[in-house]
């Protein structure tokens, strides 16, 4: 079982960058394929990337698509730039193993999930 823990968030103007950073402790990260999801509040939890185990392939929500990257080491990372205020929400981390047949683009392909941290981008 692994454990996830992100850190990065912050608030930040419009047209801004930040770089979330996600770690995993009790297994290693890279037995488990990792995506980024925003949630606002009162807001259902909405996918915003997502990596293979390897790095090798990574795919992106539309309304972030050009202006995010995703990348892994032994952390996983979001770089966020040209940010805007509809970007704001907390994000989380999530680990999903190699046993989970739910779709990636949604929370249920996820089996592991950090505690979030919080972006806030004003304009």
């Known amino acids: 079982q692994v454990q996830l823990v992100e850190s990065g968030g912050g608030s930040v103007q419009a047209g801004g960058s930040l770089t979330l950073s996600c770690a995993a402790s009790?297994?290693?990260?890279?037995?488990?394929?990792a995506g980024w999801f925003r949630q606002a509040p009162g807001k259902d939890r909405i996918f915003v990337a997502a990596?293979?185990?390897?790095?090798a392939v990574t795919f992106y929500g539309d309304s972030v698509r050009g202006r995010f990257t995703i990348s892994r080491d032994n952390k996983v990372y979001l770089q966020m730039n040209a940010l805007k205020p509809e970007d704001t929400g907390t994000y989380f981390c999530?680990?999903?193993?190699?046993?989970?047949?739910?779709?990636?683009?949604?929370?249920?392909?996820?089996?592991?999930w950090g505690q979030g941290t919080q972006v806030t981008v004003s304009s």
């Open positions: 009790g297994d290693t990260f890279s037995n488990y394929a």
């Open positions: 990596t293979t185990r390897t790095g």
């Open positions: 999530a680990a999903r193993s190699s046993s989970n047949d739910n779709s990636d683009w949604y929370p249920a392909g996820y089996d592991y």
